[in-house]
C-alpha cells in the first residue's frame, strides 16, 4: 500500500486528480491519462458540432486543436512535455530550412536522434523500473509523424512522379506546411498522447471539410457513374463512437478482472520456474500474454473513438453501402485473436505503426528490407533490451513461417476438414510464438528475458531456424495473389468501400502504458 501511495505522488504532471488516484488505486499518470482522453472525447464532439468547418475557417480549427493538445501534455507530464515541443519545432525549422533533398534524411536522423536519447536518459535515471511520468509515448507518436511528412514532402516535392508507387504518389505533398499547420498536424488534441500516427494530406482534408466528402465522391463516383456526392448527407460518428467505447468498457473490466491475476513477472519467478512443469509454464505464459493485450486493446480503441467523435477517421463506404470509420483503426481484435499466421497477427496489431515502418522503411530500403525494418521498430520503441529481443527474435521466425506456408499449406487445401484441422494447428503455433516473441517485450532487461527462454530450452528460436534452413529453396512457388509485403499501406486500410467501388490496394508494433 505504501508503494502505491509513492507511486501515485510520483509525477511532474498535475495533482489536481490526486485525490481520485487514491481513490481508485491507480498511479495518478495514468488516471491524468484516462481524464484527459475522457475530455477529448467530450471536446471531439464539440469540435465536430461547433467548431465544424462550415462554423469555423481552418486557421481556428488549427489553433484549437493544437492548443488543446499542447494542454494535455502539460497536464500529463508538467515540464516534461518541453520534449514534445522541442522535436516538433525543431523538425519544423528542418523543414524550412533545409535543403528539400535531404528534408527527410534530416528529418529521421533528429526524430529519432533525440528520442533515443530521451529514452537512454530514462534507462540510465529510473534503470528498468518505468517511471510513473512516461512521456515516451506521445514523443514516439511525434517521431512518426515528423518522419512521415518529412518523406512525403521530399516525395512531392523532389521526385518525379512516375518514380513513385500509386500510394506515395497520392500522398506526396507539394508545399512545406506553414507553422500553425505543422503543429497542429503533430501536437493536435485527438492524437497527442497515445496516438494513432495520420497521414497530413488527410488531416489537412479533415481541417479544411474535405475529410467525408472527398471519400463520398469517390464512393458514389465510381459506384454510380456520377458525382453525386453532395446530395449524400455526411454519415454521423455517433454509432462507431458507441461501439468503440463499449469494446473499451470491455477491455477495462477484463483488465480489472483478469489481467491483473496474471502478472508476466511470475513467469520467470525463480520458484516457479525450478519446479513448475513445462507444460505448466508454457500454458501460463499463453494465458498471461493473452492478459497483457487488453490495456492496448483499451486505449488504441480509445483513441480511435476520439478522432471519430470530431468526424476523423471515415474510410468510406463498406461493401453493404454503410459508413466505415476505420481510417485511424490500429488493431482489429478478433484477427488478432483468431489469426493463424504471424504476418496476419502483425498486420492487425498498431497497425498504423506498421503502416509507418513499411512507409519510411520497407518500401525504401534497397536490401535487407525486413531486417532493417524489425531494428527501426525496435530501436523506434526504446533502448531496453527486451525490445530487440524481440525484433530479432521476430526476424527468423517471420522466415520460417513464410517457408513453412509456402510448403505445407497446399497439402491442406483439398478438403473442408484438413483446411480446418491446418488453420486449428497453425493458430495455436501463431499464438505460442507471438508469446514467446514479445515476452521479453515486457520483461524489459537481459536477465529475465534469459531466464525466460532458458526455461522454454530456446525452443523456438531452434525450430524457426532449423525451419527456415530445411526449407530454403524447396517451397512450392507462390501464386501472384500472394506476394504481399509483411507490412500493409495505409491505403488498404483506408478502403473501405466495397471491392466493386475501390481500387485494390496492398495490406499491414507498439507501445502504451
Not at 487514491?22 to 488516471?31: N, T
Not at 505533398?173 to 499547420?181: D, G, Q
Not at 489537412?204 to 463516383?221: A, M, P, T, V
Request: glycine share 6%; with cysteine; charged share 15%.
Amino acid at each position: 500500500m505504501g508503494e502505491r501511495t509513492e507511486s501515485a505522488f510520483n509525477t511532474t504532471g498535475s495533482n489536481w486528480l490526486l485525490p481520485v488516484s487514491g481513490y481508485l488505486g491507480f498511479p495518478l499518470d495514468q488516471v491524468n491519462f484516462l481524464a484527459c482522453q475522457l475530455f477529448a472525447l467530450a471536446a471531439a464532439f464539440w469540435f465536430r458540432l461547433y467548431l465544424s468547418p462550415s462554423h469555423a475557417n481552418p486557421l481556428v480549427r488549427h489553433a484549437v486543436a493544437m492548443l488543446l493538445g499542447i494542454a494535455f501534455l502539460i497536464f500529463c507530464f508538467g515540464w516534461y512535455s518541453a520534449h514534445i515541443l522541442i522535436v516538433a519545432v525543431a523538425s519544423y525549422l528542418i523543414i524550412i530550412k533545409a535543403d528539400i533533398n535531404n528534408v527527410h534524411r534530416y528529418s529521421m536522423v533528429m526524430a529519432m536522434g533525440y528520442l533515443t536519447v530521451c529514452q537512454v536518459s530514462r534507462v540510465f535515471i529510473f534503470t528498468y523500473g518505468v517511471p510513473s511520468t512516461d512521456f515516451s509515448g506521445p514523443l514516439m507518436i511525434v517521431t512518426q509523424k515528423i518522419t512521415t511528412l518529412a518523406f512525403q514532402l521530399h516525395d512531392g516535392m523532389c521526385k518525379k512522379s512516375e518514380k513513385l508507387t500509386p500510394e506515395q504518389k497520392s500522398l506526396a505533398i507539394n508545399a512545406r506546411p506553414s507553422l500553425i499547420e505543422y503543429l497542429s498536424y503533430n501536437l493536435n488534441f485527438l492524437s497527442v498522447l497515445v496516438g494513432p500516427c495520420n497521414n497530413y494530406k488527410d488531416y489537412i482534408d479533415f481541417i479544411e471539410g474535405r475529410h467525408i466528402s472527398r471519400r463520398l465522391r469517390q464512393h458514389n463516383g465510381t459506384c454510380n457513374g456520377h458525382n453525386g456526392y453532395d446530395r449524400t448527407p455526411e454519415p454521423s460518428p455517433l454509432k462507431a463512437v458507441c461501439e468503440k467505447l463499449l469494446v473499451c468498457c470491455g477491455c477495462m473490466l477484463f483488465f480489472l478482472t483478469v489481467t491483473r491475476s496474471l502478472q508476466i513477472e511470475y513467469n520467470v519467478d525463480q520458484h516457479f520456474v525450478s519446479h513448475a512443469p513445462f507444460l505448466t509454464r508454457l500454458t501460463y505464459a499463453f494465458f498471461s500474454i493473452q492478459a497483457a493485450r487488453p490495456k492496448f486493446y483499451f486505449a488504441w480503441t480509445l483513441a480511435d473513438a476520439v478522432n471519430n467523435a470530431a468526424g476523423y477517421g471515415f474510410s468510406g463506404m463498406d461493401g453493404q453501402g454503410k459508413p466505415s470509420w476505420d481510417l485511424m483503426c490500429n488493431i482489429h481484435i478478433l484477427r488478432i485473436e483468431t489469426a493463424t499466421s504471424f504476418k496476419t497477427f502483425i498486420d492487425n496489431w498498431n497497425i498504423q505503426t506498421g503502416i509507418w515502418l513499411k512507409t519510411v522503411c520497407y518500401d525504401r530500403a534497397p536490401k535487407h528490407r525486413l531486417a532493417l525494418t524489425f531494428i527501426l521498430s525496435a530501436l523506434w520503441h526504446g533502448v531496453y533490451p527486451g525490445y530487440y529481443f524481440t525484433f530479432i527474435t521476430a526476424i527468423p521466425i517471420t522466415i520460417a513461417a513464410r517457408a513453412v506456408r509456402k510448403s505445407v499449406r497446399h497439402y491442406f487445401l483439398g478438403s473442408r476438414g484438413l483446411k480446418l484441422g491446418y488453420d486449428f494447428l497453425t493458430w495455436g503455433a501463431t499464438q505460442l510464438a507471438i508469446c514467446y516473441t514479445v515476452m521479453p517485450f515486457l520483461l524489459l532487461a537481459v536477465e529475465p528475458t534469459l531466464v525466460y527462454y532458458r526455461s522454454m530450452y530456446f525452443n523456438v528460436h531452434i525450430i524457426s531456424i532449423l525451419s527456415a534452413m530445411a526449407l530454403h529453396g524447396k517451397h512450392k512457388p507462390r501464386e501472384p495473389s500472394d506476394t504481399n509485403t509483411t507490412y500493409p499501406s495505409s491505403s488498404s486500410l483506408s478502403s473501405s468501400c466495397s471491392d466493386q467501388c475501390q481500387l485494390v490496394h496492398s495490406n499491414n508494433n507498439g507501445k502504451v502504458d
